[in-house]
T-cell receptor
């Protein structure tokens, strides 16, 4: 079982719809990242959070540490939001530091006009 | 340049050959990470540098893989005796320090024939 699970794997929406992508993890973490990957490979970091909620434009990310769950929301979705959205976590490590990321498999979002 | 630069963007070579992949991080970033992304999967951690030293190389799959960062800036990922299973997109990221948001390059798409 992967340490980071995302759902859904694929999501198709109509322009203007409210979108939610979910991420669950099974281990203790020190931070969680949401990343966006467009065709061709380039990855952009959207959010890094360890508690609560962050908002940037039409994007909102929330995390519930007790439930080991995070969500990425996109309001008023647009075709240019079409991309793969990836959840990644930085695992807690006892007795030292751990800075590498462990990634989910990603959610392919397609927003149709 | 303003972002993380990876060269080449594409590399096609024959099984058994040696390859070098280069990463030029954002100026001033002391932390550098290499990840590998197979088709349809999330990236997987390979190695993390803090300055010139490899602080965590636990993700390197075997001794055919090696990475260096001799002056604490540019890093080279080296793969000996390449195998078809090494085909993937190799991603590099850098950050101001461990635990800071990571900035990704566009990756090198490696194809082993």
């Amino acid at each position: 079982k992967n340490e980071v699970e995302q759902s859904p794997q694929n999501l198709t929406a109509q322009e203007g719809e409210f979108i939610t992508i979910n991420c669950s993890y099974s281990v203790g973490i020190s931070a969680l990242h949401w990343l966006q990957q467009h065709p061709g490979g380039g990855i952009v970091s959207l959010f890094m959070l360890s508690s609560g909620k962050k908002k940037h434009g039409r994007l909102i990310a929330t995390i519930n540490i007790q439930e080991k769950h995070s969500s990425l929301h996109i309001t008023a979705s647009h075709p240019r939001d079409s991309a793969v959205y990836i959840c990644a976590v930085r695992l807690e490590k006892s007795g030292g530091s751990n800075y590498k990321l462990t990634f989910g498999k990603g959610t392919l979002l397609t927003v149709n006009p | 340049g303003a972002g993380v630069s990876q060269t080449p963007s594409n590399k096609v070579t024959e099984k058994g050959k040696y390859v070098e992949l280069r990463c030029d991080p954002i100026s001033g970033h002391t932390a550098l990470y290499w990840y590998r992304q197979s088709l349809g999967q999330g990236p997987e951690f390979l190695i993390y540098f803090q300055g010139t030293g490899a602080a965590d190389d636990s993700g390197l799959p075997n001794d055919r893989f090696f990475a260096v960062r001799p002056e604490g800036s540019v890093s080279t990922l080296k793969i000996q005796r390449t195998e078809r299973g090494d085909s993937a997109v190799y991603l590099c990221a850098s950050s101001y320090g461990g635990g800071q948001p990571q900035h990704f390059g566009d990756g090198t798409r490696l194809s082993i024939l």
